[in-house]
């Protein structure tokens, strides 16, 4: 149910490495806006409209166990009371990153490698077991990016990525150019944008951009 943030993780991690190829705070953010919207898609929450995009709540509708450690983690954290969205990505982002890695190496997507620095601090990275998946992604995000249109889902996850100056393949700016106007049109309609009730395209880029 987490796949746009399972999908996610996959594009922020680096195959070989297992490491972030972005800072935290833009990882959290990214990763927390995600997960808020496939709790949309899953109908346990909602975003009535405001004034100010800032200002905008997320409130939970239903707060029932999904059987998805990762929007179990995200509905735990949003409780009962209407949060800021602003705030909830940075946290949910935080505190869903583990369980969605959990999560990709059940699926075989990642596996786990231990390391120790200097023979005495324990890390742990996540680098690519079966790039399959990334692969089909990275190529729904290329096509897109070179004029195809792209399904909801791509388009969400470039508007995400482009929030946070983290599009794969935006290297020049003709394709930097592509990505914004995918970012500001291509899911202006649709089930996830009809669950922000009225907040524009600009708005949504302020609440899911890098603070």
């Known amino acids: 149910m987490s796949r746009l943030a399972e999908d996610l993780v996959l594009l922020l991690l680096d195959d070989e490495s297992g ?4 800072d935290l705070g833009r990882r959290y953010r990214a990763v927390g806006s995600a997960v808020l ?16 995009a800032r200002e905008a709540r997320v409130v939970v509708s239903d707060g029932t166990p999904t059987g998805d450690a990762a929007l179990d983690t995200a ?19 935080h505190d869903c990153w583990k369980p969605l890695l959990e999560l990709l190496t059940a699926d075989g997507a990642i596996r786990v490698e231990e390391n120790r620095v200097l023979g005495l601090v324990k890390t742990r990275s996540f680098p690519s077991a ?8 990275r190529a729904g995000i290329d096509a897109a990016l070179s004029g195809a249109r792209p399904d909801e889902e791509t388009a969400v996850l470039i508007t995400i990525l482009h929030g946070i100056g983290a ?20 899911w202006a309609s649709g089930p996830l944008r009809d669950a922000f009730h009225g ?4 708005q949504l880029l302020i609440l899911f951009a890098a603070s």
């Open 199 to 202: 907040l524009d395209t600009a």
């Open 37 to 52: 919207l496939d709790l949309v898609r899953a109908g346990r929450i909602s975003i009535p409209a405001s004034g100010d």
């Open 75 to 93: 509905l735990a954290k949003l409780g009962e009371k209407p949060t800021k969205v602003g705030w909830a990505a940075e946290n949910l982002g």
């Open 19 to 22: 490491r972030s190829t972005v």
């Open 167 to 186: 599009v794969p393949g935006a290297r020049d700016e003709a394709t930097r150019e592509r990505a914004a106007e995918i970012a500001r049109t291509a």
């Open 130 to 137: 079966d790039g399959s998946r990334e692969r089909e992604i």
